[in-house]
């Protein structure tokens, strides 16, 4: 099959991440606009300018009818990133206040002990075991707990959440069907809090505060509660434990890396930003057209598919040396993990936040350690280390 014909088939989920980076390349080199026929059909648009272009331009690039392709698990528009101007202003002004630094800041002490007590619950690990699923002891349980305190949801149902995000998100497209029964579970999880709630319970976090704001003078109804219920859950549970797990991918693989970190922690900030723009848990987002328009060269008509490929932008060759090197110590490292324009990542301060942490404790609390078996540098599934003897 020819670089061109492959890109006929591009996809950025499951097994095709593997080699995803060689697409990318090859769009840069030879068709940075090109149509795949995946998922009904789309136009990907790989270069970091005309990504950013589109995110800037919401009078030709809609949001509807899901930036998610394929969706989530559900047919319902997600509060507030499937929403487009005007209406999208003030559903994102009621989450803005819950998600600015200073608020974020405010959880930094349960991240620091948590990321300390995860940290150590590993290094016990390694002592009655060779090997350690650091995936399942430490990326995946940081941003549950983190997030979970900061959206009100009670400790006791932590247990069902991996399970949903692995079906919702990893099984979308092999087995919709299995996406689809677990959305209905989260959904139906969302909806028995907004009940509590209108029941008179009290509810903490971000639930208690929406369940008691009001847009454009009225409460907001149940099905909006369930939208932004829904999204929140995955963006604040999954996106998170996938930056933790490929850093220390790449950690693993990279010993000089792990100790320039440890021996100089000031550096994780700027190794965290570029494990971002490199091994990015959002590689891409989608649009529909709202007009008939044209980039680079290439026609695209209203009411196509786009794909804003944010992987492609962050491995750019004209806007980054050495583009698919992954250095730690890049600096002024402008990238897209997060969007761009209005529908930016809300959760960017808090992601950051916890990335950084997280790393701090663990690279101060495990010695040296590596790969114990080839895994994906992508996703939130296994990641089997062992120690190397060194420091």
Same mark, same amino acid.
């Given at each position: 099959?020819?670089?061109?014909?492959?890109?006929?088939?591009?996809?950025?989920?499951?097994?095709?991440?593997?080699?995803?980076?060689?697409?990318?390349?090859?769009?840069?080199?030879?068709?940075?606009?090109?149509?795949?026929?995946?998922?009904?059909?789309?136009?990907?648009?790989?270069?970091?300018? $005309?990504?950013?272009?589109?995110?800037?331009?919401?009078?030709?690039?809609?949001?509807?009818?899901?930036?998610?392709?394929?969706?989530?698990?559900?047919?319902?528009?997600?509060?507030?990133?499937?929403?487009?101007?005007?209406?999208?202003?003030?559903?994102?002004?009621? *989450?803005?206040?819950?998600?600015?630094?200073?608020?974020?800041?405010? /959880?930094?002490?349960?991240?620091?002990?948590?990321?300390?007590?995860?940290?150590?619950?590993?290094?016990?690990?390694?002592?009655?075991?060779?090997?350690?699923?650091?995936?399942?002891?430490?990326?995946?349980?940081?941003?549950?707990?983190?997030?979970?305190?900061?959206?009100?949801?009670?400790?006791? !149902?932590?247990?069902?959440?991996?399970?949903?995000?692995?079906?919702?998100?990893?099984?979308?497209?092999?087995?919709?069907?299995?996406?689809?029964?677990?959305?209905?579970?989260?959904? #139906?999880?969302?909806?028995? /809090?907004?009940?509590?709630?209108?029941?008179?319970?009290?509810?903490?976090?971000? =639930?208690?505060? *929406?369940?008691?704001?009001?847009?454009?003078?009225?409460?907001? =109804?149940?099905?909006?509660?369930?939208?932004?219920?829904?999204?929140?859950?995955?963006?604040? /549970?999954?996106?998170?434990?996938?930056?933790? +797990?490929?850093?220390?991918?790449?950690?693993?693989?990279?010993?000089?890396?792990?100790?320039?970190? +440890?021996?100089?922690? !000031?550096?994780?900030?700027? #190794?965290?930003?570029?494990?971002? +723009? =490199?091994?990015?848990?959002?590689?891409?987002?989608?649009?529909? #057209?709202?007009?008939?328009?044209?980039?680079?060269?290439?026609?695209?008509?209203?009411?196509?598919?786009?794909?804003?490929?944010?992987?492609?932008?962050?491995?750019?060759?004209?806007?980054?040396?050495?583009?698919?090197?992954? $250095?730690?110590?890049?600096?002024?490292?402008?990238?897209?993990?997060?969007?761009?324009?209005?529908?930016?990542? /809300?959760?960017?301060?808090?992601?950051?936040?916890?990335?950084?942490?997280?790393?701090?404790?663990?690279?101060?609390?495990?010695?040296?350690?590596?790969?114990?078996?080839?895994?994906?540098?992508?996703?939130?599934?296994?990641?089997?280390?062992?120690?190397?003897?060194?420091?």
């Amino acid at each position: 099959m020819s670089d061109n014909e492959t890109l006929a088939e591009f996809d950025f989920h499951g097994k095709a991440l593997d080699t995803i980076f060689d697409d990318y390349a090859q769009m840069h080199e030879s068709k940075p606009v090109g149509h795949s026929s995946k998922y009904g059909g789309f136009w990907y648009i790989s270069k970091s300018e $005309d990504i950013f272009d589109a995110e800037q331009d919401p009078e030709t690039w809609s949001v509807g009818p899901s930036m998610l392709l394929p969706s989530f698990g559900t047919e319902m528009p997600l509060i507030p990133i499937d929403i487009d101007p005007p209406t999208h202003a003030g559903f994102r002004k009621l *989450l803005l206040p819950m998600f600015t630094p200073m608020a974020i800041n405010k /959880l930094e002490p349960g991240m620091h002990s948590t990321a300390i007590e995860l940290s150590d619950q590993v290094k016990t690990a390694f002592e009655d075991s060779e090997v350690v699923d650091v995936s399942a002891l430490f990326a995946r349980p940081y941003p549950t707990i983190i997030f979970s305190r900061l959206a009100g949801y009670p400790e006791k !149902d932590w247990p069902l959440f991996d399970q949903w995000i692995d079906d919702i998100i990893y099984e979308r497209t092999k087995s919709p069907e299995k996406a689809k029964a677990a959305g209905d579970d989260l959904i #139906a999880y969302v909806q028995r /809090l907004i009940d509590d709630g209108r029941a008179g319970k009290a509810l903490e976090g971000i =639930t208690g505060e *929406l369940l008691n704001a009001t847009i454009d003078g009225r409460p907001l =109804t149940d099905d909006e509660l369930v939208s932004y219920g829904y999204l929140l859950f995955l963006a604040g /549970l999954d996106t998170t434990a996938w930056a933790i +797990r490929s850093s220390l991918w790449y950690l693993a693989r990279n010993k000089e890396a792990q100790a320039l970190l +440890r021996r100089e922690p !000031d550096r994780i900030v700027d #190794a965290a930003e570029e494990f971002l +723009r =490199t091994l990015s848990p959002v590689q891409a987002m989608a649009r529909t #057209a709202k007009q008939d328009t044209t980039v680079r060269g290439q026609e695209i008509k209203a009411g196509e598919r786009v794909v804003l490929v944010f992987g492609a932008g962050n491995r750019d060759p004209e806007i980054y040396d050495n583009p698919n090197d992954i $250095d730690i110590t890049r600096e002024n490292n402008r990238h897209l993990a997060f969007g761009g324009g209005i529908h930016r990542c /809300l959760g960017s301060n808090l992601g950051r936040k916890e990335l950084v942490i997280s790393l701090e404790h663990f690279l101060a609390t495990i010695p040296e350690f590596e790969l114990a078996q080839e895994e994906p540098w992508h996703g939130v599934g296994s990641l089997r280390l062992r120690l190397t003897g060194g420091e």
